[in-house]
């Protein structure tokens, strides 16, 4: 199927890294027009240059207000709307100890600043941009969220904020009769560039096995998620969760 989001305007936060440039690619495939926003402004050129006109780029840092309102002015001004806005913006610093008792507190409110805050102003921009109009909300959690890590005490926790967050904002539009959707969406082991080069063959095998479905993820996995959360097939979810981790948070 094509044309899922055809015409739609869509937010997409951490444009330039690995997930937000699959994301961008599949929206913009599917009909979409699209904000893209990240610090990495060289990366976002390239990103733009690729997609033509059907996307807009815009240095954004999501722990700011202010780059929040300089990006719904330009879907306004470039595209006439806003009606999906994707928290996919995220760190998770785990090259530093994160375990419970030698977490800095500087690391763990750095992590929580972007994780969660940034989610939280996102969260508002949407609200202020769709109220009136109705649209789609979908948080990037993790299934670090759902099943809890020692070594990852500060992205854990994040991501389990984000988790409540996406319940409580999907409660409250319902409740105000906004017609704003809020989902989130909980990615377990991908092979990234990141996990590739940080993992000897030997032990990129030995984690893909432990996984029930015996290979690590695509990222267009959660990029056709995310897909389908934003279209109208998605119409009566709200409050929900989609994991997609090859079978890593099941019930024993």
Known sequence: MTGRVEGKVVLITGAAGAFGQVMT????ADGARVIAGDLADTKLSDLGARHGDAVRTIVHDVRDAQHWAAARELARTAFGRLDVVINNAGISQ????????H????QWRAVNTVNVEGVLLGCQAAIQAMKNSGGVIINISSIAALNPSPKMAAYGASKAAVRHLTRTVALYCAQQGYNIRCNSIHPGWFMTDLVRNSRTPAELKAQSEAIPLRRFGDIEDVANAALYLASDEARYLTGAKLVVDGGVTMEP
């Open 25 to 28: 690619a599949r929206f913009v």
């Open 94 to 101: 785990t090259r530093m100890p994160q375990d419970p008792e």
């Open 103 to 106: 977490v800095d507190l500087e």
